[in-house]
């Protein structure tokens, strides 16, 4: 089973669409989380960090749910500009220097 | 501020040959990653630098891969005897120690 499992997609939405992603991990000491955006042939870059309780940046939503092991990314109101492809990445302390550890990606293509 | 800079931007070379590729990381980024990225794939870790702790090099996919940081900063990737298979984007990212990752623009490196 692979450390950071994520839906690879692709998810095709109209504009305006509600859209959720899913990235589940197998580590319980994972200690933080990140979801970055990669656009085509250019470099991952940061969308936002997910915080234990929930965090809303504008028309993104992350949830954590340690519990079940699993973290969120909602986007509301799609924009074109939404389509990329997004990484779930997973932080442990200790153990292995290696620390992040990232997910293969779900692609989400905006439709106009 | 200035970003994480690697360079060159794309590296075509022949089967056989070796390569270095540069990275400067952001100023003051204690840590710095190198990861792969094959077209349509996720990224695969090679090797993280933390301050002057010894690398972790469990990534390297072989003896022909090979990296350095000098003085705590710039790093240079070296693959010795270029193969077809390590034709990829090589992404460079550095971060203050537990804090989200910056990338660079990558190198994009095709072995003919």
């Known amino acids: 089973r692979k450390e950071v499992e994520q839906d690879p997609g692709p998810f095709n939405v109209p504009e305006g669409a509600t859209v959720a992603f899913n990235c589940t991990y197998s580590?319980?000491?994972?200690?933080?989380f990140f979801w970055y955006r990669q656009d085509c042939r250019k470099e991952p870059k940061l969308l936002m960090s997910?915080?234990?309780s929930g965090n809303e940046d504008g028309r993104f939503t992350a949830q954590l749910n340690r519990a079940s092991q699993y973290i969120s990314l909602l986007i509301r109101d799609s924009k074109l500009s939404d389509s990329a492809t997004y990484l779930c990445?997973?932080?442990?302390?200790?153990?292995?220097?290696?620390?992040?550890?990232f997910g293969s990606g779900t692609q989400l293509t905006v439709l106009p | 501020g200035a970003g994480v800079s690697q360079s060159p931007s794309n590296k075509v070379t022949e089967k056989g040959k070796d390569v270095e590729l540069r990275c400067d990381p952001i100023?003051?980024?204690?840590?710095l990653y190198w990861y792969r990225q094959s077209l349509g794939q996720g990224l695969e870790f090679l090797i993280y630098?933390?301050?002057?702790?010894?690398?972790?090099k469990s990534g390297l996919p072989s003896d022909r891969f090979s990296a350095e940081r000098t003085g705590g900063s710039v790093s240079t990737l070296t693959i010795q005897r270029t193969q077809q298979e390590d034709s990829a984007v090589y992404l460079c990212?550095?971060?203050?120690?537990?804090?989200?990752?910056?990338f660079g623009n990558g190198t994009r490196l095709t072995v003919t």
């Open positions: 990212a550095s971060s203050l120690q537990q804090s989200p990752l910056h």
């Open positions: 580590n319980s000491a994972s200690q933080s």
């Open positions: 997910v915080y234990s």
């Open positions: 990445v997973v932080n442990r302390r200790g153990g292995s220097a290696r620390q992040l550890t």
């Open positions: 100023s003051g980024h204690t840590a």
């Open positions: 630098f933390q301050g002057n702790s010894a690398p972790d």
